[in-house]
């Protein structure tokens, strides 16, 4: 089941944050709300966050544009 494109990505909590790292290089990751999303910019992925829990499979993730 997929959310309303209106309805804004559910909240991850913030000591969860603090203490995941990139599946694939082991490097910090920066959270993007408004997409919902965990950006490795080490790895060039974008991890998705689906009712507030981080999908950290590569397999999963979204390839960054290199622009």
């Given at each position: 089941m997929t959310e309303p494109l209106d309805t804004p990505p559910a909240p991850v909590d913030p000591r969860l944050l603090d203490i995941l790292v990139c599946p694939v290089?082991?490097?910090?990751?920066v959270?993007?709300?408004?997409?919902?999303?965990?950006?490795s910019r080490a790895a060039g992925l974008a991890f998705p966050i689906r009712d507030g829990?981080?999908?950290?499979?590569p397999e999963e993730a979204r390839t960054l544009d290199t622009d």
């Open positions: 290089t082991k490097t910090t990751l959270y993007d709300r408004e997409a919902g999303e965990l950006i829990i981080p999908i950290m499979l």
